[in-house]
């Protein structure tokens, strides 16, 4: 593994809006994939989004229309905005990537919680 560091992560209110970041140290443009993993309390960890280094992006139905996740290839940097979040979405996230030798990390996680 990589070493990943998540941040932004915190409190809102139902209808209020994140921005997560994760920068992974890794030789340039080796990274061919990243995104952001979520688990809540008793839950199992379940795909949020994620993004290769060309582009291509997969969203869990969940967060469709709500979230937007983003990268920066050249500072192995990925970003999740979440918007409109509900209850539902507090859980930790986690980073995680994926470099040009199929070897995969992950973040310690970053809690968010969203309630009144």
């Known amino acids: 593994q990589v070493p990943l560091v998540e941040s932004g992560g915190g409190s809102v209110q139902p209808g209020g809006s994140l921005r997560l970041s994760c920068a992974a140290s890794?030789?340039?443009?080796?990274?061919?994939?990243m995104g952001w993993y979520r688990q809540a309390p008793g839950k199992q960890r379940e795909l949020v989004a994620t993004?290769?280094?060309?582009?291509?992006?997969n969203y869990a139905d969940s967060a469709k229309g709500r979230f937007t996740i983003s990268n920066d290839v050249s500072k192995n940097t990925v970003y999740l905005q979440m918007n409109s979040l509900k209850p539902d979405d507090t859980a930790v996230y986690y980073c995680?990537?994926?470099?040009?030798?199929?070897?995969?990390?992950w973040g310690q996680g970053t809690q968010v919680t969203v309630s009144s």
């Open positions: 995680w990537s994926r470099n040009r030798f199929g070897y995969e990390s």
């Open positions: 890794e030789r340039i443009f080796s990274i061919r994939a």
């Open positions: 993004i290769t280094s060309v582009g291509v992006i």
